[in-house]
Structure formats: structure tokens, C-alpha cells
């Protein structure tokens, strides 16, 4: 190696340079003579070799230090340097000499250590595995960060402890044994131990571990170590998992078995051999033999499945016992793989479900049987969830009355044809009847209950149900029968029993009327003879008190002045006659109205005449009822063909229903005939001022025993009479109304 000598002055230019440059930096001496120092300097080394030139040399009077200069091609050497100062006559610092020596190599041979170390150790660092180094004694001189991740110690705190303080005691004598005596020996060593954690547990490490050497003499170990305590655990879990496999295939009541790839048994647990009859050692190794003959085929066919991958859950089918019995059986295999994941054979396990077969079979014909009843019940049958009262099934009755498909009643539910306040309440009645439902709960009724059809019509029903229990399962049967019909007639039969008593009243009151006519008619009959002899006696009478009044003005007659009685008497008598007339008009009437007529003997009426004589009779009503009463009747009328009381019953009725329907005094009733000429026919009309007829009700006035009267003793009888008795003459009844304007009845009969 050459050594380079130079001298430059305080200025850094070269004074002096020896030969030996040349072939180093590859510039002639004379070359670089009077250039500056710094212009050869790596450009990152100039400031720290001007640092050093001008305040550290100076300062010290010697630096020894390395820097890069240029070489004449342009790369950069490592030259290490030792330069001094130079100084004049008065010992002034004028420059310095300098003695170098080429080093690149070296400096290269270091870098690519330092880079190997720095490398290696980023690696060990960053590796996951732990790597650790130790000397002969055991003394921790390399730690990887991470250990701290792994046992939560600082690494850089563990360095110089002993590798054996952090074992288990149970793994520590073995750890020095594999250590001071199997590692020297065999140079490598590959164990598991147990490790402390930094808050006292332990972790499962697998280690790897070789000797380090200087030459033949080993000088301690390197350490590689993983954490193996999930494994170490699953490991203790499988076996133990294996345990209780085991012990439970051996207790198992349900027969399990294990076949290989060709059929042949290499599990047979005690259940299996108590249900089938083999033993354990009769069957193990030997091919399945439980299938009978019929179904050898099959049994292959699954088994090749099997091999495939196929698992079969809750198969039925039949197995033969050793005795040569058939069990219904239920199976269930799963593949059995090996650790590779190929499939090295089945686990199956099979159940003995004959008796549940049995007690199947039965049930089905249970329900079957109820299925039956339930469909062919007269009544609409429901069954409920007897929680939430939701639709499970109905029968056909119930789809044909409520109109609703099976599918739409278990989705829609009792909704469908209860509205809710009639829902709630039929709820509610069935939990007071019994408190929640219980299996001996008896019969439920409720009745009547409100429902409705997919139309919106209204269904009377009468509910009769009741808790049911099939395969554990509880329901709640019920039936909706049909009432509506049974209600109505029910109904009506009351009424009609009501009716027919006001009815036969009313007949003991027109037989009465007949009897009081006539008892009223023989004293008024006295009563109108006495009043016209006094009428007839009058004059002469008169005469006679006009004489006495004469002669004695102050004469009274009854407490009055005679001048006045004797003019007032005969008005008196006048209106006495006429009171009795009418009483004997209105008796007559009464009687012709109370009297049967002849049903086969029709004679001409005078409709007129009918009219006033049904105005005589209500007189009084008309009187009470209204002060707007108009009667015109068209004179000339032809008479028509019928019974006269039947056609003045008729008046009447139309009459006072007119004047019932009056809000007030001030509204009126007003009646008219007419001729109409086409067809030839007597029309009567009665209008009235009234409420008017609601339109809901306009269709049904004409019903027998219809009325909005039963509270004002209203019969119902008197329309549907009326319009009776018109039909019955050949003619018409209509009825135009108006609410809040009144209504109109036309009447026509046909003329004679």
C-alpha cells in the first residue's frame, strides 16, 4: 500500500504532492500542484474537511480522519489522512503536510458488514418468530423486538438474564439438559417449552436452537422460537373432544357405525349391537350386512354416494336384525376425511323408528278421520291458534258462507268477518268464560255473535268451540252456525204474535164501536124526536110568553130577559137538532165502517160519498191535527165497482197516516179526485205536508206489520191493508215522497 505524502498551504492549495499520487488518485504531482485541496473532496465530505483544515488542525496541531477524493476517471477512494500543521520563522501556522493511505477497500468491507448486520437484523426484528442468541452460561446477549409482542418483556431488559429463569419449573431441568448436553453434542436442538409471561401465565414455544462457533470451540447458541400455545391448547381440546366423542358414541342410545370405502364396519357402538343383535366383534372389519335382500341395491348405490361426499339426514327405510326381524329405521351419514381431506369413509347413526311408525299410522287415521268430520260438518268449522285466535284451516261450509278461499281466511284471520269492537269482545268472552285455555276446559259458547260475509251482508251466528290436542300441538275448534234465518223468523214470529193481539184488539174495539153505536144511537134517536116536537111546538109557545112578557117587562126566562130568551130559544133548538143529527151521521158511520160487508156481492160505490163519510168519522182528528185541511171532490164522478167500507177503510188509514206525518199545526193535508179518462179510472189524492219517507225504508212501507210506530201502539197492519184492498179492486196505490217536503199517495180505481 502506498502511502501519499503532500503539503498545502493555510488556503488549502497544494504546495507539494509525492510521485506515489499518480498511481492511486491517477493525476500527475505536477498536476495538482497550486490547485486547492477541496476541489479532490467528495462533495458530502467538504464541510467537514473544512472544519477540520480550519478551526480543528489548527486547534490540535494533528487530525487524523477519512474522506473521499476524486480520482482522475471520476469515482471517489477512501483515503485515511493524518495531517499536522506547518508553521514559519515565528512559528505561524502556514499550512500543513498531510501522510494518506488508501483504505476503500476496507471502508467498502466495513460498509457491507455494517449493511449484513443492519440487514440481518432488520429481519430478525421483523420476523415472527422469536430469535434470540445466549452465551455457554445461558446469558441472554440478543433479543428480537419481538419477544415483548410475544412474552411482554422488554426485550432490551432480558439481555444478560438467564435463559433458563423464564421457564416453567416443570420444562427447566429438561431445558438445561437440551442446553448444557444435547445442544454441544448434537449441535442443533429442536424442543418445546413453556415460557413466562411478563403477568405470569405461560406460552407454549416450539425451539429450534444451534450452536454458535469460533473455529471448533462452541461459544454459545442462537435461538428461533414460535408461540405454540393455540395449538398446544387445540391439541388438549381435541383429545379431550375425543374423550367425550368417544364416550358418547358408547352411550349413546341411537346405534352408530363407521364404514369404510367398501362397506365394511369399524365402529359398532353398544346401542347398535343391543338393537340389531351383532356384537361388536361379530361385525367389526366385515361388510354391512343390515340391509335386506330387496334393498341390497340401494344400500350400494347410497354407499357409493357416500364415497362421494353426499350426506343423507332423516333417511327412512328398513334394516334387518340378526334374528331376521326388519326394524323401521331412520339414518343419518356424514363423509369421514382423513388429514389430507380425502374422504376415507361414512359415520352413520341409525334410529329405530318402528314404533313411531306405528303410533304414525294410527294418527293418520285419527286425523283422517277428523279431517272428514271437520269438512263434512253442516256448520262453518274453524280451527285456531288458541294464543292468538289466527284462522289455521277452515271447512268448505265456512268458505261457502263467508265467501272467502281457504288461503285468504288464514291470511286475513278473524278480521275478515268480524268487525274489531266485535272481535275484541268475542275474545274477551271466551277468556271469561275460562281463565286462559286449558286442556279440560268445556265447551265455549257465544251467541248471538255479528258477522259479515265477503259482501258485506250480515251472518248471525251462534260460536261453539273448544281446545283440541293432536301430536303435542294444542288448537282451538270452533263452528259459526248459521242463525240469521233462525233470528229473523224468530223475529218475526214475535211480532207477528204481538200484531195479531193488537190486531184482535183492534177487531174487539170495532165490534165494540158497533155495540156503543148502537146503545148511543136509540137515546139520541128520543133526543132528536123531543128537540124537533120542540121546534114544531115552538110558535105556539112563543105566542103565549110573548103575551106575559108583554104585560110584565121585567119577566126572565132560564135567567135571562124574556125579549132575549125568546130570541136565542129558537137558535138553541136549531142547534140542539143538529148536534143530534150529527151524532146519529157519525153512529151510522161507525156502523157501516165496523159492518162485514158481503164478499161476493159487489155493488156501485160514489167515491165522494165514501170520502165525506170517512171525514165525519175524523173530524175530530182533523180538528187536533192541523189548521190546513183542504178537501175538493170532483163532481159527477162515475162510480166504481167494489165494497164501500172496505174503500173507506182505506180513506181513513191514508188519512191519519197524512196527519201523523204533520211536524206542526201549520203544515197541512190536502185530498182531490179526478177523472182520467185513460185508462178510465176515479183517481184520489192525498198529500200531506209532513217529514216525508226515509228513502231506506220506501221499499218495505207496504210490508205487513212494517212500522215506525210500535211505540205509538203502530200495527204495521194499515198500508199493507190499504194496499190490498186496492189490489183487490182493480187498481193502484203509489207513494211519491220527499224528506223534509211530504208525500203524496195517488189511489186509482177503474169506473164501472
Not at 110 to 117: G, Q, V, W
Not at 218 to 229: K, N, P, Q
Not at 276 to 286: A, C, D, L, N, P
Not at 721 to 736: L, M, R, S, V
Amino acid at each position: 500500500m502506498l502511502d501519499l505524502v503532500s503539503e498545502a498551504d493555510q488556503h488549502g492549495f497544494f504546495r507539494y504532492l509525492s510521485p506515489s499520487h499518480e498511481p492511486v488518485l491517477g493525476f500527475a504531482p505536477e498536476e495538482l500542484v497550486g490547485t486547492w485541496l477541496y476541489d479532490l473532496m467528495h462533495p458530502d465530505d467538504l464541510e467537514r474537511m473544512r472544519i477540520i483544515f480550519q478551526d480543528t488542525l489548527p486547534a490540535l496541531k494533528s487530525v487524523r480522519a477519512e474522506f473521499r477524493y476524486r480520482h482522475a476517471d471520476g469515482h471517489y477512494l477512501w483515503l485515511e489522512t493524518i495531517a499536522k500543521c506547518t508553521t514559519d520563522e515565528l512559528n505561524r501556522v502556514n499550512g500543513a503536510v498531510f501522510a494518506s493511505r488508501d483504505v476503500t477497500e476496507r471502508v467498502r468491507a466495513e460498509k457491507a458488514l455494517r449493511n449484513s448486520e443492519e440487514q440481518l437484523r432488520r429481519i430478525t426484528d421483523n420476523m415472527p418468530a422469536l430469535v434470540s442468541t445466549a452465551d455457554m452460561n445461558g446469558l441472554f446477549t440478543y433479543l428480537s423486538p419481538s419477544h415483548r409482542g410475544i412474552l411482554g418483556f422488554d426485550y432490551e431488559g432480558l439481555i444478560g438474564t438467564c435463559l433458563w429463569n423464564w421457564m416453567h419449573p416443570d420444562d427447566m431441568e429438561r431445558m438445561r439438559k437440551a442446553f448444557q448436553v444435547t445442544l454441544p453434542e448434537k449441535k442443533r436442538v429442536h424442543e418445546e417449552f413453556r415460557y413466562r409471561h411478563v403477568d405470569g401465565h405461560y406460552i407454549w414455544l416450539e425451539t429450534v436452537a444451534k450452536c454458535t462457533m469460533e473455529g471448533l470451540r462452541v461459544t454459545g447458541s442462537i435461538f428461533a422460537s414460535r408461540d405454540i400455545t393455540e395449538r398446544r391448547r387445540a391439541e388438549i381440546a381435541l383429545r379431550e373432544v375425543n374423550q367425550t366423542l368417544q364416550a358418547t358414541i358408547q352411550a349413546s342410545p341411537l346405534a352408530i357405525f363407521v364404514l369404510d370405502r367398501e362397506g365394511c364396519i369399524q365402529l359398532w357402538n353398544p346401542a347398535a349391537q343391543q338393537m340389531f343383535g351383532w356384537s361388536e366383534e361379530e361385525v367389526r372389519g366385515k361388510y354391512y350386512r343390515l340391509a335386506p335382500d330387496h334393498l341390497e341395491q340401494e344400500f350400494r348405490q347410497n354407499l357409493a354416494r357416500m364415497n362421494q361426499g353426499e350426506k343423507f339426514h332423516g333417511q327412512e327405510t328398513k334394516r334387518r336384525c340378526k334374528d331376521g326381524t326388519l326394524l323401521d329405521i331412520s339414518f343419518s351419514t356424514a363423509p369421514l376425511y382423513d388429514q389430507k381431506g380425502r374422504i376415507i369413509g361414512t359415520v352413520g347413526i341409525l334410529e329405530d323408528i318402528t314404533e313411531r311408525k306405528r303410533t304414525e299410522v294410527a294418527l293418520r287415521e285419527s286425523e283422517e278421520l277428523f279431517r272428514q268430520i271437520f269438512e263434512q260438518n253442516e256448520d262453518p268449522a274453524f280451527l285456531f291458534d288458541p294464543d292468538t285466535l289466527a284462522i289455521l284451516d277452515a271447512n268448505a261450509v265456512a268458505v261457502r258462507l263467508y265467501g272467502y278461499s281457504k288461503k285468504a281466511l288464514r291470511s286475513g284471520g278473524l278480521n275478515l268477518i268480524m268487525k274489531p269492537m266485535v272481535l275484541a269482545s268475542f275474545a274477551q268472552k271466551l277468556v271469561n268464560e275460562q281463565v286462559g285455555f286449558a286442556d279440560d276446559a268445556p265447551w265455549r259458547h257465544v251467541s248471538p255473535l255479528n258477522t259479515i260475509d265477503s259482501n258485506g251482508n250480515v251472518v248471525m251466528a251462534s260460536f261453539r268451540g273448544r281446545l283440541l290436542r293432536s301430536r303435542g300441538q294444542v288448537y282451538f275448534y270452533g263452528t259459526f252456525r248459521d242463525i240469521t234465518e233462525k233470528l229473523r223468523i224468530r223475529k218475526e214470529r214475535s211480532e207477528m204474535q204481538t200484531k195479531l193481539i193488537q190486531a184482535n184488539k183492534m177487531t174487539a174495539i170495532g165490534t165494540l164501536a158497533s155495540g156503543i153505536a148502537h146503545e148511543i144511537n136509540n137515546p139520541n134517536n128520543y133526543l132528536l124526536a123531543n128537540a124537533q116536537f120542540l121546534e114544531e111546538a115552538w110558535p105556539d109557545i112563543r105566542n103565549t110568553l110573548q103575551e106575559h112578557a108583554d104585560s110584565n117587562p121585567d119577566m126572565t126566562i132560564g135567567g135571562l130577559p124574556a125579549q132575549e130568551a125568546l130570541k136565542d130559544i129558537p137558535q138553541l133548538l136549531q142547534s140542539l137538532i143538529e148536534g143530534s143529527r150529527r151524532i146519529k151521521n157519525i153512529v151510522t158511520s161507525l156502523k157501516d165502517f165496523s159492518r162485514q160487508d158481503d164478499e161476493s156481492t159487489r155493488r156501485p160505490v160514489d167515491i165522494n160519498r165514501v170520502i165525506n163519510a170517512a171525514l165525519v168519522i175524523l173530524a175530530n182528528k182533523i180538528k187536533k191535527s192541523t189548521d190546513l185541511f183542504s178537501c175538493h171532490l170532483t163532481s159527477g164522478l162515475p162510480p166504481v165497482m167494489g165494497h164501500y167500507q172496505k174503500i173507506e177503510q182505506v180513506i181513513i188509514n191514508l188519512l191519519i197516516n197524512a196527519l201523523q206525518a204533520l211536524p206542526d199545526r201549520q203544515a197541512g193535508v190536502f185530498l182531490c179526485t179526478s177523472l182520467q179518462e185513460s185508462p178510465r179510472s176515479v183517481v184520489i189524492k192525498i198529500r200531506d205536508q209532513g217529514t216525508g219517507i226515509p228513502e231506506e225504508i220506501r221499499g218495505r212501507i207496504l210490508d205487513p206489520f212494517f212500522t215506525t210506530k210500535h211505540k205509538a201502539g203502530g200495527t204495521g197492519l194499515g198500508l199493507s191493508i190499504c194496499y190490498a184492498i186496492i189490489n183487490d179492486h182493480k187498481g193502484t196505490i203509489d207513494f211519491a215522497s220527499e224528506i223534509g217536503a211530504g208525500t203524496t199517495v195517488t189511489v186509482t180505481l177503474p169506473v164501472l
